[in-house]
């Protein structure tokens, strides 16, 4: 428990990031896309399949590129495009490579990259105070999923793909994403009090969506955890799976709903 806590404690950094936006938000999140997908693609090398590092890379460069420089959704069309073709021209080498060494980059790309990409794409709508909902739904549905499981924890959630996580820790998570999306709307954003209550909630499912399709992807993978860049935690993916999740559902909501 100390060192999740400890591990947490050097998440807060991100808020500078946050609170700055723009470049500074940009660049990380690039760094965080590209870190990602690396360990990604290594998870894959550990069963025979072989992605392309180099277009992962490519592919984060380009689309955090397009919506720094040119915010266009037809880029942005282009950007898959693009990552398709170079995944499918992978395979030319044909008596070295799979089928799922394409697969594999191109899923990295598109779980990872643009996934990931969303956190930026929410600095830069209407409403970007929800952009801090991203982390109160993300890390607020982990801290309390874990002590709620630890502390009332009796039947299992999914036992084949997570065995630690239970049922009580999940409606824990729950409560604890909506009671904090909850405070930051009544004190920071009252306009959008309701919006925050939905947002909490919503947020709190995906999240646990998203450390549990990790999960599964570190089982078949026969990993424990994608790296040791964060004590107690693993790699960066293992930190940031579940803000893959909330990050693009919030955008959208804000841009469908807000």
């Not at 992978?90 to 899923?107: G, H, K, N, Q």
């Not at 424990?224 to 893959?244: M, Q, T």
């Amino acid at each position: 428990m100390k060192t999740r806590i400890l591990s947490g404690l050097m998440m807060l950094p991100l808020l500078a990031f946050i609170y700055f936006g723009g470049l500074a938000l940009c660049l990380f999140c690039l760094a965080v896309a590209v870190l990602g997908v690396r360990e990604f693609y290594k998870g894959f090398e550990t069963i025979g399949i072989k992605p392309c590092k180099p277009i992962g890379y490519a592919a984060a460069l380009a689309l955090y590129g397009i919506g720094y420089l040119y915010p266009s959704s037809e880029l942005y069309m282009l950007w898959f495009f693009g990552v398709t073709v170079a995944s499918l021209l992978y395979l030319f080498r044909i008596e070295e490579r799979v089928l799922s060494d394409a697969m594999a980059t191109m899923t990295g790309a598109f779980y990872v990259v643009y996934f990931s990409f969303h956190v930026y794409l929410i600095d830069g709508t209407k409403t970007p105070i929800l952009l801090w909902l991203v982390l109160f739904s993300a890390f607020g549905t982990d801290v309390f999923a874990y002590f709620s499981g630890f502390l009332f924890g009796r039947h299992k959630l999914c036992p084949k793909i997570s065995p630690k996580k239970t049922i009580e820790g999940a409606i824990g998570g729950t409560l604890g994403s909506i009671a904090l999306c909850a405070g930051f709307g009544w004190f920071l954003a009252p306009e959008l009090f309701y919006h925050c209550l939905v947002i909490g909630f919503l947020g709190a499912v995906v999240a646990q969506f998203g450390d549990l399709t990790a999960s599964i992807f570190k089982r078949k993978m026969g990993i424990k955890d994608y790296g040791n860049l964060i004590p107690g935690h693993g790699g960066v993916l293992d930190r940031f799976d579940s803000i893959l999740f909330t990050a693009p559902l919030i955008y959208y909501y804000i841009l469908f709903v807000v």
